[in-house]
């Protein structure tokens, strides 16, 4: 495991985080914000933050395993 800062994808519903996703930087992020924005209920909020992750590789992908706001 590692840990590193990352631009994550977070996705929360009523106010409880129930997602999260590594990006390749923050025009990746926004451009799959934007998508899910399109495709999802206003009750669900979704940001981009930079936060300090610990990384979990498996089969060449980045699985955030814990967050830590930055």
Known sequence: MITKVIIALILFSNGTMIEHTVTNGISDCLEKKRTM???MSDSVQI??????ADIEIMHDR?????????
């Open 37 to 39: 924005q399109r495709n």
């Open 47 to 52: 940001m981009c933050q930079k936060v300090m």
């Open 62 to 70: 980045e699985f955030i395993v814990s967050l830590r706001k930055m």
